[in-house]
């Protein structure tokens, strides 16, 4: 239906204001904490699926990639549906998806209810955004963004802590069944309070072509990302075959959006110096937090010994940290160039990097927590900082798009991270494990020793030396885990240079997004 232009409509007050500002804050929370939840579950999702851990991370990356691949329609369903119905019908679809994620019977289908869950959820966090700040009096606004980011760094913090408590006390598909109620009561009072405030619609073309074809590159090249290890990478022929449609397909994807007049993905926007350089940053940043996000409670709990609660307690602090100095930095942001404070943002995700690098096998508690302390300090200023780069010099008109964009290379960039992290973490442990081996034999006088210790307890040769080759992965887990945080915080000071390739930027007091 095409649309009028409606009149402008007052502001909400008093109790509506209060309901409909918690509701849209819920969807939000909803969708962003679906985006970490699953972490400290994937052990105990894939024990009781019957698969292993890594093709267990298929959980993670099939919701990531499925997002950013939605992220660019957003823009044009809101302007063809308008913003209210396109939020309502997209949290009501993450509701239906969370309700088939939590009965899934089977790997596949728990994939296959991830993709539709991360597909249909991409309106909803610009959706709410903008609803957000349509229902408060322009003085208030920045309140609005305030409920909206601090909703958004909540979330994270609760996502491990819930993951991990439901993962050991109860069957792990109420960490997505949880969604029901909340999802329920969120577009219903959505759709109850803000029916009559639809925004204008208008017919528009779509890329089809260009959709299909970004679909087609990016899905594929998950694919053989997620597959490769298992297929033993270019040895198998099916994954040579994903190369060359991934390859092929990105090829067609970006002669097709050069040249279409209304494309999906606006690539001329790259032709902005701050655009390009900050997407990169922005990008390769964030695929390093998602990465050692993933990796951290993984190793916690298969080598460890952590339980899934105790590993998203190690978790959390980080959130806690960025909640409380997210509005110190972004009172900064107006009066100090974005550069310096993504810089400082990078520093902390270095010094966060290379403090994990000295953890040991029998490190306390503690020693896992304070580098998540200095990750909170980065994730309170990367973020805005990065954004803010990379927006900067962007006409108005364009930033819809150019935000959409941003969002949707930085979600894929996290989704492939995923599946890259957990191949080089298993590739580097049996690297290690075979040098462990080299120098180890039955007739090594500390290897007898060893076994005569174990003796001493009952065991015998047999499950003295099980013992001691699980002790010998343990240790390979270990320093291929390391070597990983060594490599993310030499790359987190590489791209502090590319940073300072951009030129000076400031926010001027714009809208905070935060990391989904």
């Given amino acids: 239906m095409s649309g009028q232009g409606t009149p402008e409509l007052k502001p909400l007050a008093g109790l509506p204001l209060a309901i409909t500002s918690i509701a849209l804050a819920l969807g939000t929370f909803m969708q962003v904490l679906d985006s970490s939840i699953a972490n400290v579950s994937l052990p105990t999702i894939a024990g009781n699926l019957g698969v292993s851990v890594n093709q267990g991370t298929w959980v993670i990356t099939s919701f990531a990639v499925a997002n950013g691949v939605a992220v660019p329609l957003t823009g044009w369903l809101m302007q063809r549906y308008g913003v209210v119905r396109t939020f309502v019908f997209s949290v009501l679809g993450f509701t239906l998806a969370s309700f088939l994620c939590g009965i899934a019977w089977s790997l596949s289908s728990l994939i296959a209810f991830r993709v539709l869950q991360g597909a249909i959820s991409g309106p909803m966090i610009p959706g709410s955004q903008a609803l957000l700040i349509s229902i408060f009096p322009p003085q ?271 979600i894929t960039a996290g989704g492939f991270a995923a599946s890259i992290i957990t191949t080089l973490w298993d590739r580097r442990e049996a690297l290690h494990q075979s040098r462990m081996a080299d120098h180890s034999s039955v007739f090594d006088p500390v290897m007898q020793q060893a076994v005569a210790h174990l003796h001493s307890f009952g065991l015998t040769d047999l499950q003295a030396y099980g013992a001691l080759a699980h002790t010998m992965m343990q240790q390979a887990y270990l320093l291929s885990s390391l070597d990983l945080f060594w490599i993310s915080g030499w790359l987190s000071v590489v791209l502090i240079g590319v940073i300072w390739i951009a030129r000076k930027a400031y926010s001027h007091g714009g809208a905070v997004a935060a990391a989904d």
């Fill in 140 to 410: 208030k606004r920045a309140t609005a963004l305030g409920i909206w980011s601090i909703t958004t760094l909540v979330a994270p913090i609760m996502g491990p802590i819930l993951g991990g408590y439901i993962s050991d006390n109860y069957h792990w598909g109420w960490i997505f069944l949880i969604n029901v109620p909340v999802g329920l009561a969120a577009a219903f009072l959505c759709w109850g309070n803000l029916s009559n405030r639809e925004t204008p619609t208008r017919q528009l073309p779509i890329d089809t072509v260009g959709l299909g074809l970004l679909v087609l590159w990016v899905g594929t090249l998950q694919v053989m990302l997620d597959t490769g290890k298992d297929a033993d990478w270019f040895s198998s022929t099916s994954i040579v075959i994903e190369a060359i449609i991934a390859a092929v397909g990105f090829c067609a994807f970006l002669i097709w959006e050069l040249t279409e007049e209304h494309p999906v993905v606006d690539l001329s926007l790259f032709k902005f110096w701050n655009f390009t350089f900050g997407t990169i940053a922005f990008c390769l940043g964030y695929a390093l937090f998602f990465a050692n996000v993933l990796l951290l409670p993984l190793w916690l709990q298969t080598n460890v010994g952590y339980t899934a609660t105790w590993a998203g307690l190690v978790a959390a602090p980080s959130g806690v940290v960025a909640v409380v100095l997210t509005p110190i930095a972004a009172r900064f942001m107006a009066k100090v160039d974005a550069r310096l404070v993504a810089t400082v943002a990078f520093v902390a995700f270095t010094v966060s990097y290379f403090m994990r690098a000295g953890y040991t096998q029998d490190a306390s508690f503690w020693d896992f927590v304070m580098p998540m302390l200095v990750q909170g300090v980065a994730m309170s200023t990367f973020f805005v900082a990065l954004l803010t780069i990379s927006l900067d010099g962007i006409p108005p008109e364009r930033i819809p798009s150019a935000s959409g964009i941003s969002n949707f290379a930085r």
